[in-house]
């Protein structure tokens, strides 16, 4: 069966229900959207606070290949077999984004037997979050066009406006655009664009916000734009924005509750790029897991260059997070791809490819527990035509390097087929938790941050960029210097380059541009030609996407 039709026959209990069965949350504290899915309270989750923290393990993966890793089925498996084996297990996962739903994804909520449900309900709109953050975004725009055509009071330079618009969809003819057009009386004519909602700053900031008044006061900090000195900055709260957006979020900034197709609650909350932004799910919802159960399973997005490294550096950094141990998601056919094997060629054993795409697997450990400073275990998430050459291959390159790698088939077999995975999570974080480093010190400049990520992470032998972006960087470190670096650059690669397989060294990482995610509390540095409003492809997702005259939905997967 696809995904969707094992989701469809799940048997699923009330959220409710659910909740108070296994963490003894009364309905009071809990606003249902219909039976399976609830948001809850901030006041319930402040009622926690004096409660001990369970252990953090993040989910990353090896570099991303065509084919899938599957970190969020793993992340669910896992949890679910950590139930199975008698523990306390919680999965805290980030909601998917509407445009790679009907792009190229066709959902993004697990796989097979190791799911979130309901599967349908969270890869649309679910409880709406995505829908208020565009909304927030959107007025704030309004706001700004609506200033400038009232007289600019504050002295906007429209050339330099830095808020565009969004929405969550993939739609390339939305890059650029040209607003005001029409005469003075629908505004400033002007050059502006478009993102996806998953890029937007808000997204950034509702996932790092710890309560509403943080939350108001990060949106009132974001720069909108500059004067035309090009220097002085405009924020949100110049404009008095913050109220009215915060208030567009007075929903969304509730962590929402769902349960896996075995019936074990989930809160899966926000969802930022995992480029442009540091790709994970609100420290709310990652707090309020720590406070329930006593382990709590996440995921970062991205290959654990991307992921992983903004997880440590940027969200545990600013949340005070401790993850005990790092499980690394690893495919044999990913390993046959970074080898150099084609993708229509992966489902062939070659182990020739296997070994030498190995590198990539090796580099991403050495990062976990050199770099990062945690323990790794390396799940190899199983796919039917794998073979036994090629997984004892793999399993025994793990153990040469120190590392446990545990064969999982949680996506066939659910929770059943990860309890030997979760035996050994749960044994490395009870008797040898790590203690997490951070690649750089707040006291680095700008620029030694970067540099200390693109060679200590990337492998990089150096960094450089223009002149300009240097200056930039020179001049907010008098203000900004102590932000972490959030470096937005391929994810296919440890280079800059998507085609370089493998582990390349010895690379160069040129900066193209810096900016200033304000609110969010981090500097950007684009590495490359970076797309925060992706295309459809050329047969995209939602071309199988339908639904019939019961509503019964199908094509998602």
Known sequence: MSDIEIAQKANKKRIIDLAKDQYGIDSEHLEPYGHYKAKLSLNYIESLKDREDGKLVLVTAVSPTPAGEGKTTTTVGLGDALNRIGKKAIMCLREPSLGPCFGIKGGAAGGGYAQVVPMEDINLHFTGDFHAIGVAHNLLSAMIDNHIHHGNELGIDPRRIQWKRVVDMNDRALRKITVGMGGP???????????????????????????????????????????????????????????????????????????????????????????????????????????????????????????????????????????????????????????????????????????????NMERHIKNITDVYGLPCIVCLNHFTLDTDAEVDMLIKRCESLGVKGVVSKHWAEGGAGAEELATVVADVVDNNPGTHQFTYEDSDSLWEKIEKISTKVYGASSISADAKVKKQLDDWNKEYGSYPICIAKTQMSFSTDPTVIGAPTDHNVHITEVRLANGAGFIVAIAGNMMTMPGLPKVPAAERIDIDDDGNISGLF
């Not at 509702?206 to 035309?228: E, F, H, P, S, W």
């Not at 809160?267 to 930022?272: K, L, Y």
């Not at 690394?328 to 062939?348: F, Q, S």
């Open 185 to 359: 009386i629908n505004g400033y004519l002007r050059e502006d664009g478009y993102d996806i909602v998953v890029a937007s700053e808000i997204m950034a900031i509702l996932c790092l916000a710890t309560n509403r008044a943080d939350l108001k006061d990060r949106l009132g900090r974001i720069i909108i734009g500059y004067k035309r000195d090009n220097k002085t900055p405009i924020y949100a709260r110049d404009l008095n924005a913050q109220g009215s957006m915060a208030t567009l979020l007075k929903d969304a900034i509730n962590p929402n509750l769902v349960q896996t197709l075995e019936n074990n609650v989930a809160i899966i909350h926000g969802g930022p790029f995992a480029n442009i932004a540091h790709g994970c799910n609100t420290v709310t919802a990652t707090k309020t897991g720590l406070k329930l159960a006593d382990y709590v399973i996440t995921e970062g997005g991205f290959g654990a260059d991307l992921g992983a490294e903004k997880f440590i550096n940027i969200k545990s950094r600013m949340a005070g997070l401790k993850p005990a141990a790092i499980v690394l998601v690893a495919t044999i056919r990913a390993m046959k791809y970074h080898g150099g094997v084609a993708k229509d060629e992966l489902t062939n054993e070659n182990l020739e490819a296997l070994d030498k795409g190995m590198v």
